[in-house]
């Protein structure tokens, strides 16, 4: 018998779970609330670029169809700090050869749903799930255009319908004890799109991560294929200065941006035309368990939702479809055992990349400019070039590595205590390459609580 399957969410980690399902033999629907990303105009405010990075690539690579995403995707090496004087300075990521990629979400999008289809995945658009039961596999659709709705019933259901997802909410959230949170943090975000100069160059250097930190506040900007950057201000909701409702006119906005990211204002056209295009945005983190019941599991954002801070809210719904396929392999596609290991395993890294994300939230808001911020990343790198078995600063545990989010997350901890005490020891500015640290570091490690 044909074995099949029911997605719901043609989203990024959907399409591309769909095609690790055909190429295990799966007859694969998907169920997509919105119309043909291939045919649709991206709408402003989702075109966000998103750093993919090893972890996602690895997903790709396992699905084997890194090959035609590579060449959407441009490499940043590091970040380049932009002070209020205009002064640049660059932090890599990693080591030489390392970096994390540029990709547009649309683009992205748009092409794993071209693989998924010609794989042999079956998309039908505008059918919105409205209804679940979980337990008998039944989910009710209702057509976005013509409001028409449907029935069907399926043995295995993925909700992979995104932070607010009707999954979760309308199938897995009426079980017993089911347990969810959703918190909003204090800042939202917004787009602006820097364009290419007149011949198509850049503006800015295209290989890296371009951030303005400016203490409570910051604007990122990613580069995309035609020359231009996508830049995202993330900024308070609400405080008399410094904050979204305080930019109320216009000549508020631009002073805003006069004063405090100089530099960008002076190569950003259209500030006020963009400023007005695009929405404000809202971050939150969205917790629940179980993941899954009977018929129904949750994958991606469905199921950990997190800020976008570390840039791995798309890497790590990749991971599960890394995990699930693993796991089906292993258990031989008995999806009973499959999803309480498949829950089991991955709860705590979804907690972890939550955590993570907040945890960098504050380091790239408060820290990334600070000195004594800059001279611990210095002393971490010096580390970990000399002790590699040691130590890997956290940034490269969760962008460069498969460690587990858990994992790194209980060591990366353990090393922000150990250099809390090393960046307050007097003269540390003079000594911070010296053997003495360097020995000082290795103790620590060999007596830190397991
Ligand atoms: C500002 C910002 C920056 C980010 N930057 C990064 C980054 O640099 N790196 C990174 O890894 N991640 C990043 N992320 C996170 C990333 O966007 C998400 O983790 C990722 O999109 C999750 O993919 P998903 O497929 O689970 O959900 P989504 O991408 O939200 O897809 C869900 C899909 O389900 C569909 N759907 C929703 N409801 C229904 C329904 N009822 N019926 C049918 N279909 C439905 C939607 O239309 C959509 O197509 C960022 C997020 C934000 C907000």
Redesign the pocket.
């Known amino acids: 018998m044909e074995k099949e399957v029911t997605i719901?969410?043609?989203?990024?980690?959907?399409s591309l779970w769909a095609v690790y399902l055909v190429n295990a033999g799966y007859k694969v629907r998907i169920?997509?609330?919105?119309s043909d990303i291939r045919k649709a105009e991206i709408k402003a405010g989702k075109s966000?670029?998103?750093?993919?990075?090893d972890r996602?690539w690895n997903a790709l690579k396992n699905a084997e169809i890194d090959q035609q995403i590579k060449p959407i995707a441009i490499p940043m090496s590091g970040r380049i700090m932009h002070s209020l004087e205009g002064e640049l300075t660059f932090q890599p990521y990693g080591k030489e050869n390392q970096a994390i990629y540029s990709v547009s979400?649309g683009d992205l999008?748009k092409k794993m749903v071209e693989i998924a289809t010609q794989k042999g995945a079956e998309i039908f658009y505008n059918?919105?799930?409205?209804d679940l039961d979980t337990h008998n596999g039944i989910i009710t659709?209702e057509n976005t255009k013509t409001k028409q709705q449907q029935t069907i019933h399926s043995k295995l259901i993925f909700g992979?319908?995104?932070?607010?997802?009707?999954v979760r909410y309308a199938g897995l959230q009426k079980l017993p004890r089911f347990n969810y949170s959703q918190n909003y943090i204090e800042d939202g975000?917004k787009e602006l799109l820097l364009p290419a100069n007149e011949d198509g160059s850049y503006k800015l250097d295209k290989n890296a991560l371009h951030i303005w930190p400016r203490g409570r506040f910051m604007l990122i900007a990613l580069p995309n294929d035609d020359g231009s950057f996508t830049c995202?201000l993330f900024m308070p909701y609400e405080g008399d200065k410094n904050a979204f409702e305080s930019l109320d006119t216009d000549e508020k906005v631009i002073e805003f941006f006069k004063t405090t990211f100089p530099d960008f204002y002076d190569i950003m056209p259209n500030l006020l035309e963009d400023w007005h295009k695009h929405p404000l945005?809202g971050?939150a983190i969205i917790r629940c368990f179980p993941w899954s019941n009977g018929t129904t599991a949750l994958?991606?954002?469905?199921a950990h939702?997190?800020v976008?801070f570390y840039?791995?809210?798309?890497?790590?719904?990749f991971e599960d479809c890394f995990v699930l396929n693993s796991l089906m392999e292993e258990h031989n596609h008995n999806w009973e055992t499959i999803f309480k290991s498949y829950e089991k395993l991955r709860k705590p890294d979804g907690d972890a990349i939550q955590d993570l994300s907040l945890h960098n939230y504050y380091v790239m808001r408060d820290y990334v400019a600070d000195p004594k911020f800059l001279l611990q990343k210095k002393i971490e790198a010096r580390i970990f070039e000399r002790h590699p078995e040691k130590w890997m600063p956290l940034y490269s545990q969760v962008t460069f590595s498969d460690i587990r989010y858990s994992e790194a997350w209980k060591v990366g901890m353990q090393q922000e205590a150990i250099m809390k005490d090393i960046i307050s020891l007097p003269g540390i500015e003079e000594k911070w390459d010296s053997e003495e640290i360097e020995q000082i570091i290795l103790e620590k490690l060999d007596n830190k609580p397991e």
């Not at 719901?8 to 959907?14: E, F, H, N, S, Y």
């Not at 966000?48 to 990075?53: Q, T």
């Not at 059918?127 to 409205?130: D, P, R």
């Not at 994958?299 to 469905?302: C, L, T």
Request: proline residues 2%; contains cysteine.
């Open positions: 719901i969410g043609a989203g990024l980690v959907g169920y997509e609330s919105r966000i670029n998103l750093a993919l990075s996602g979400r999008n059918e919105k799930c409205i659709f992979a319908d995104g932070a607010f997802s009707k975000y995202t945005s971050l994958i991606g954002d469905a939702a997190t976008p840039g791995q809210g798309m890497n790590s719904g």
